[in-house]
């Protein structure tokens, strides 16, 4: 069974404090993904990273994937309070997905 | 371009009762996966089908049923309900990306509440 394992679990920061979220996996994936979640709502897709090694950057957030393609972490400058949700990371075994448990960010004003 | 729906967005049942949900994937995408969300277990996936075809399964019982129509409109069925089924229930179309992995865009999700 490939397992994606997401840490922290549970994240609460001050707005305009950086933080790091991480996903690591034993296993090796051809494409991973990177998903924000809001209570009640579908996860929506922040980002794709398909190369070892890649960095990815949306605005105040970085992506990289791990030069194994097995880990990945995201990494969020200055957050916002628009910034709370449910954090997901998702490993592509050609079109099996398999997600972490999610981090859970709150982002006090 | 519409995104994937889903219908109904919210659903409440009863035990042994049996439901089913419908998915629209976005045009042009043919694989259609759906997963269960709850608290506890996050989101495991149920199935995927791709050109009518069931190319990938989960781990759940029997009772835990899909198909996709020639339009690649699909639909799950969950027969005798228990109350563990009740859960957010969520349908995600994929592509193929330029570099070659695939990536999922995910419907709002049907809740369905099993009393």
């Known amino acids: 069974t490939q397992l994606l394992e997401q840490s922290p679990q549970f994240l609460s920061i001050q707005e305009g404090e950086n933080l790091t979220v991480y996903c690591n996996s034993s296993?090796?994936?051809?494409?991973l993904q990177w998903y924000r979640q809001e209570p009640g709502e579908g996860p929506v897709l922040l980002v794709t990273?398909?190369?070892?090694?890649e960095v990815k950057k949306l605005k105040r957030l970085t992506f990289q994937f791990g030069d194994a393609r097995k880990d990945s972490s995201l990494h969020i400058t200055a957050a916002q309070p628009g910034d709370t949700g449910l954090y997901l990371c998702a490993g592509d075994d050609f079109n099996k997905f398999y997600f972490g448990s999610g981090t859970k960010l709150n982002v006090k004003p | 371009k519409a995104g994937v729906t889903q219908t109904p967005r919210y659903l409440i049942k009863t035990r042994g009762q049996q439901v089913t949900l419908s998915c629209s994937p976005i045009s042009g995408h043919r694989s259609v996966s759906w997963y269960q969300q709850t608290p506890g277990q996050g989101l495991q996936f149920l199935f995927e089908y791709f050109s009518e075809t069931q190319r990938n399964k989960g781990n759940f019982p029997g009772r835990f049923s899909g198909r996709q129509f020639s339009n690649s409109r699909s639909e799950m069925n969950v027969s005798t309900l228990e109350l563990g089924d009740s859960a957010l229930y969520l349908c995600?179309?994929?592509?193929?990306?330029?570099?070659?992995?695939?990536?999922?865009?995910f419907g709002p999700g049907t809740r369905l509440t099993v009393l």
């Open positions: 995600a179309s994929s592509r193929l990306t330029s570099g070659g992995g695939y990536e999922q865009f």
């Open positions: 990273v398909v190369t070892g090694g």
């Open positions: 296993s090796v994936f051809s494409s």
